[in-house]
């Protein structure tokens, strides 16, 4: 094993047992070595005040050195860090850029936040044909907010035809994986007679 996988391996391994002291100086280590994952777990460690007191902008500025490394977390983090100002100037046409380049590497949650980003036109023009596209990507791969999304979307008909069963069956799966909104539909659904389990 390569001197530096072997670094990475023992940094991660740390990180795992929950020695973060040490692991922030592995991944400090490794960061002066240019190892494009250690800017992303030092993001990690910044942002949640683990081995290192808790400081969003420089969680933020290492997220995004590793975002511009093209480590796929790292662009989802940036994005998300945008999108809602932690660390950083809230900009949401650079989170929708992140959002992209995570969704490009196959992040699944980037999918469905930036399908957001169109369903609402925030950072981009509104266009909910590329949100439908978007949300049933993520559906499809088992997330529970893109699955609400997509029933929101079949249910009034935005971006494709309106579709109740459609509507109902998204809803029914991201409620089975314990999402509160999508619970709320299938109440409603059932309460108006739309639906009998």
């Known amino acids: 094993m390569p001197k530096m996988q072997a670094q990475v391996q023992e940094a991660y391994n740390t990180l795992l047992a929950k020695e973060y002291d040490k692991a922030f100086a592995l991944y400090s280590a490794l960061a002066e070595q240019k190892e494009p994952t250690s800017f992303y777990y030092?993001?990690?460690?910044?942002?949640?005040?683990?081995g290192?007191?808790?400081?969003?902008?420089?969680?933020?500025?290492?997220?995004?050195?590793?975002?511009?490394?093209?480590?796929?977390?790292?662009?989802?983090?940036?994005?998300?860090?945008?999108?809602?100002?932690d660390g950083c100037e809230q900009n949401f046409s650079e989170a929708a850029f992140w959002y992209e380049e995570a969704a490009k590497r196959g992040n699944i949650?980037?999918?469905n936040n930036l399908g957001a980003m169109y369903k609402e036109g925030r950072?981009?023009?509104?266009?909910?044909?590329?949100?439908?596209?978007?949300?049933?990507k993520a559906a499809e791969a088992g997330n529970?907010?893109?699955?609400?999304?997509?029933g929101a979307l079949y249910d009034m008909g935005l971006g494709c035809e309106e579709d109740k069963e459609k509507a109902i069956e998204w809803c029914r799966k991201a409620?089975?994986?314990?999402?509160?909104?999508?619970?709320?539909?299938?109440?409603?659904?059932?309460?108006d007679g739309q639906i009998v389990f």
Request: no cysteine; hydrophobic share 45%.
């Open 123 to 136: 950072g981009v023009y509104q266009d909910y044909k590329k949100a439908y596209i978007l949300f049933k």
């Open 109 to 111: 949650d980037a999918f």
């Open 42 to 50: 030092l993001g990690f460690l910044y942002f949640r005040g683990l």
């Open 175 to 191: 409620a089975y994986q314990g999402h509160e909104k999508a619970k709320g539909i299938i109440m409603r659904l059932q309460q």
């Open 144 to 150: 529970a907010s893109a699955q609400f999304n997509l």
């Open 52 to 85: 290192v007191e808790k400081d969003d902008k420089k969680a933020f500025e290492n997220y995004l050195e590793a975002a511009t490394r093209e480590v796929p977390l790292a662009q989802f983090e940036v994005a998300l860090m945008l999108e809602n100002g």
